[in-house]
């Protein structure tokens, strides 16, 4: 089946330690996006590629980056993890149009120690 | 800019009871209209949508409606399993340039007990 995988399921890392999230998807989506999930909150969206285009949001730390090097795979990238930075991340892929819904991932639970 | 407002939770049902979680939202234009659903521990799965005004979404006995002129979609389920137990997300995504974003409302939980 099509889908959108994210690895590992849960990361554990040390305070300051880089640590890189992985995602990918056999959809041929040509943007995938990255968001952030606190407990009982919505996802808040980090940044989106649109092919190789990247969008930043306004107020994402610039201790988040990522890279895409091609359409299946997009990686997001925690230069210095602070304890606030422990949350679920979404990776979710999408046409660019508008009656399309999002295909998200199963998350990665990213714990800081 | 666009926006999701939905009404706040935690929602606790007893099986089979009648559920509505309430959607509205602002937008520019004609948008799509989502629900999301998340169990505990997962990411977000679609669980219908809407792309015009007067559509009805439907899937796993959910059902809401694209009501344009109160700009609504509520989402409804004429009697709730406790599996249906999780967080209901409304969501839209707009038309027009820039606004293709995914924009969330806050989520409701939702607990149904046996």
């Known amino acids: 089946d099509a889908m959108v995988i994210q690895n590992p399921r849960y990361q554990v890392t040390q305070f300051g330690k880089p640590v890189t999230l992985s995602c990918s998807q056999t959809l041929n989506h040509n943007v995938m996006y990255w968001y952030q999930q606190k407990s009982s909150q919505a996802p808040k969206l980090l940044f989106h590629?649109?092919?190789?285009?990247?969008?930043n949001e306004a107020d994402t730390p610039d201790n988040f980056q990522s890279r895409r090097p091609n359409t299946s795979f997009c990686f997001l990238d925690i230069r210095s993890p602070g304890l606030g930075d422990a949350a679920m991340y979404l990776c979710?892929?999408?046409?660019?149009?508008?009656?399309?819904?999002?295909?998200f991932g199963s998350g990665t639970r990213l714990t800081v120690v | 800019g666009n926006s999701v407002t939905q009404m706040e939770g935690p929602v606790t049902l007893s099986e089979e009871a009648f559920l509505t979680i309430n959607c509205t939202y602002t937008?520019?234009?004609?948008?799509?209209l989502f629900w999301y659903v998340q169990y505990p521990g997962e990411g977000l799965q679609l669980l219908l949508k809407?792309?015009?005004?007067?559509d009805k979404g439907s899937n796993k006995g959910f059902e809401a409606t694209y009501r344009k002129e109160t700009t609504s979609f509520h989402l409804e389920k004429g009697s709730v399993q406790v599996s249906d137990s999780a967080v209901y997300f409304c969501a839209l995504r707009g038309t027009q340039g820039g606004s293709e974003k995914l924009v969330f409302g806050k989520g409701t939980k939702l607990t149904v007990n046996p």
């Open positions: 809407a792309t015009k005004a007067d």
């Open positions: 937008a520019t234009g004609y948008p799509s």
């Open positions: 590629y649109y092919d190789k285009d990247f969008n």
């Open positions: 979710a892929t999408s046409f660019r149009t508008s009656g399309v819904g999002y295909t």
